[in-house]
């Protein structure tokens, strides 16, 4: 069984970051071992969340997994908290990410045109150096238009998408996927760029004409889930997405969901049989 590192934050209520990532993975059939950065009593976008910053557990907790020799297939970073932490995790990166550990960074810090509570632009800087060591990366648009320094545009054409893809590649290697894509109205998905290749792919889906928290998160274990099941990059693509659709939908389906993230537990079953079904 493969092994995934996910370095994240635990928002103890809110279906996101290591609560989702944790499952997700799990059910994607790897054993998923978790660093979480900081604990809080709900994601961000809840007021009056309490912080519990984990920075200085990070080094004595990966020096005892080294003196354990432990090694990792994958490696997932998520929600970091602070510039200090994303030095860390780029040290335990270095340290861990030797040889065929896939890594897969997701830049989360902002969404919608607005960077996250508690983000600056020192911050995005830093974020690009994370983006840098990975394999995979994984920005919605607000992410890449903040890398890039490229303006954020709700409405867009394949121009600026390829736009974004090419100018993250002047500091990211490996592929970059650029999240929540839309082209009209009733589709949504993801644009690939292989900096390897210099090739575009794209995988889209129907789109509901909705938002909800935590779908970035999921959508990004399941790509590193898939991955560690030996799919290869752009049937992990159209996994996560065929996933993240199918979620929404069930949510939407529940007249009694919650309005601060989404029904994952109910589409789990979905995500093994699709994983299992598929031929590698
Ligand atoms: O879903 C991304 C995320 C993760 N962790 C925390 C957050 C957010 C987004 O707002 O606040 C703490």
Not at 103 to 126: H, Q, S, W
Not at 221 to 238: H, P, Q, R, W, Y
Not at 244 to 260: C, S
Request: aromatic letters at 10%; a negative charge.
């Amino acid at each position: 069984m493969k092994r995934v590192l996910t370095i994240q934050d635990i928002s103890c209520l809110g279906k996101c970051s290591l609560t989702v990532a944790l499952p997700v993975i799990s059910a994607a059939g790897s054993e998923t071992v978790i660093l979480p950065t900081a604990v809080l009593s709900t994601h961000t976008m809840f007021q009056g969340v309490t912080f519990r910053d984990l920075t200085e557990d990070i080094l004595p907790i990966t020096s005892h997994w080294k003196k354990e020799q432990i090694q990792f297939d994958g490696i997932y970073t998520g929600y970091l908290g602070s510039i200090e932490q994303v030095d860390l995790i780029l040290q335990v990166m270095a340290e861990f990410g030797q040889g065929n550990t896939v890594k897969i960074v997701d830049p989360v810090m902002a969404d919608r045109g607005k960077l996250y509570t508690g983000f600056n632009m020192t911050f995005v800087e830093k974020m690009k150096e994370l983006c840098a060591a990975a394999d995979v990366v994984l920005p919605n648009i607000t992410e890449a238009s903040f890398m890039t320094e490229l303006p954020y545009k709700e409405d867009y054409g394949e121009d600026y998408i390829e736009e974004l893809l090419l100018q993250m590649s002047a500091f990211c290697k490996g592929k970059i996927g650029l999240t929540g894509v839309s082209f009209g109205a009733d589709e949504i998905g993801v644009m690939v760029y292989d900096t390897q290749t210099g090739t575009f792919f794209r995988y889209f889906t129907k789109k509901y004409p909705v938002a909800f928290h935590g779908t970035g998160d999921i959508f990004a274990s399941t790509v590193t889930g898939a991955l560690m099941k030996g799919k290869n990059i752009e049937d992990a693509f159209a996994v996560a997405v065929d996933f993240t659709a199918e979620i929404i939908r069930v949510t939407l389906e529940n007249p009694n969901h919650r309005t601060y993230g989404v029904d994952f537990e109910t589409a789990l079953p979905y995500l093994w049989r699709r994983l299992s079904m598929d031929k590698e």
